[in-house]
């Protein structure tokens, strides 16, 4: 066994197997979706930096005893050194990032093996020019430096530490999540037992079988939130879907109904030609309504304006006292389907309705260099938004909020004062909705 301490090519060709299962994991990870998250950014240049450690320590192994590849040799021994200072570190940061997509947590603990490590990583720097830390004699052998046991000291507490960290956090991680990242620091450690017999490939091995186990955590973890994203997909769809249901059904309630039909009873017998036009507008009305039930995307404001025009006929025949104006300086944006038309009902119905004649509402439509607005004032009688209302009041606004949100990422204020009128204002952000 202790010949193997002896045996360049097994030792070569074992490190650059190692090297070669990380770039594979490497390529993996460059090209998941999840590569902007934190955790996922610290681990792919962990294994960046692993590759280098790997390949520098495989150097070692393949120019030693070669007077004439000392440069080389030095090169191999500092990318070894201080690459496997920067992985330390590097995990350190791939287990907070990770931790802290669970947890409240600081980076204190990350930055402050960051800072050991980078002293080593400058003191393997240094020793290209003095052998501080290693060196090689004139037959190219490798040999220790004098100051070789900071490394030794930096490795153990940096790996006890991180040890520490992940079963302190295991309630967070999980049983699965424990195992595996105490693997980067325990693994190593068995690997230990062989360095009377074999140093130090069976660390460098030990570490890509943790990398490994890590990137298999890390990639179940992912799928796990995907599955766990589409579901909360699915759901916000249905709920959009009963929204839009919602939303119709509270808008066309019944005594908008009754009076209308009401009203065209009574136009069948004295106006009949004004009874046709508003069985007609009527017909319009109900049909855009219950056309919209089955439209899940966005539409552009002038399709909005239809339903709000048959509504508005409508209501013209009933109020004729009744003023409506419609300023549309922009219209050519998606908003979601009847997001327009139930505020102007709702003008209709909780602020003129309450005057003793007339009143007006103005719907207008601007855009601004950020955003596309959509508003419908009236001065009807206005209420004190300071009092609350009755969880099944305003239903319909409260649809209108969450399908805007979720839909173009806009937003509905209503703003008013008793006696004053009121004022609903959509806004949709451009960059969204484009």
């Known amino acids: 066994m202790g ?3 002896y045996m360049m090519e097994p030792n070569v060709c074992l490190l650059l197997f190692a090297a070669a299962v990380t770039l594979f994991l490497l390529i993996g990870a460059v090209a998941s979706r999840a590569r902007s998250r934190a955790f996922m950014r610290f681990f792919i240049a962990l294994l960046a930096t692993t590759i280098l450690m790997l390949v520098g320590e495989a150097g070692i192994w393949y120019f030693g005893r070669q007077p004439d590849r000392i440069p080389l040799l030095k090169l191999g021994a500092f990318l070894s050194l201080s690459c496997g200072a920067a992985v330390n570190a590097l995990f350190a940061y791939c287990l907070i990032g990770f931790l802290r997509e669970r947890e409240r947590l600081s980076w204190v603990c990350a930055h402050i093996v960051a800072a050991i490590c980078g002293a080593v990583i400058l003191l393997a720097a240094v020793s290209l020019l003095n052998g501080m830390l290693f060196g090689f004699d004139a037959a190219g052998n490798y040999h220790d430096g004098p100051w070789y046991w900071i490394v030794e000291m930096v490795d153990l507490g940096t790996l006890l530490l991180e040890v520490g960290m992940v079963i302190y956090y295991w309630r967070v991680l999980g049983c699965r999540g424990t195992l595996s990242l105490l693997s980067f620091s325990v693994l190593p450690l068995l690997a230990m037992l062989a360095m009377p017999d074999w140093y130090p490939t069976p660390l460098y091995m030990a570490t890509t079988l943790s990398i490994i186990l890590i990137y298999i955590l890390f990639h179940s973890e992912l799928s796990l939130q995907l599955a766990k994203k589409e579901r909360l997909l699915r759901e916000n769809e249905r709920q959009l879907a009963e929204s839009r249901i919602a939303t119709m059904l509270s808008q066309i309630q019944p005594h908008f109904i009754y009076n209308t039909l009401g009203t065209i009873e009574y136009l069948c017998k004295h106006q009949p030609q004004t009874a046709a036009r508003l069985v007609h507008d009527f017909s319009l009305y109900l049909r855009g309504n219950f056309s919209e039930l089955d439209n899940p995307n966005p539409i552009l404001l002038s399709r909005e304006m239809e339903h ?29 389907a009847l ?4 505020l102007v009902e709702n003008a209709v119905k909780h602020g003129l309705m309450g005057l003793a004649s007339g009143g007006t509402i103005t719907v207008s439509s601007y855009e601004t260099d950020e955003q596309y607005c959509v508003s419908v004032v009236d001065d009807g009688i206005g209420f004190d938004t300071a009092v609350p209302v009755e969880a099944d009041k305003h239903v319909g606004i409260r649809n209108i909020r969450g399908r805007l949100q979720a839909l173009c990422g806009g937003t509905l204020t209503v703003t008013s004062s008793p006696g004053k009128g009121t004022k609903a204002l959509i806004t949709i952000p451009k960059e969204v909705e484009g």
């Open 3 to 5: 010949e193997l301490n």
């Open 308 to 336: 709000v025009r048959h509504y508005i006929d409508i209501e013209k025949v009933r109020f004729r006292d009744m003023e409506i104006r419609l300023e549309l300086h922009s219209s050519d944006f998606l908003l979601p």
């Open 339 to 342: 997001s327009v038309q139930p």
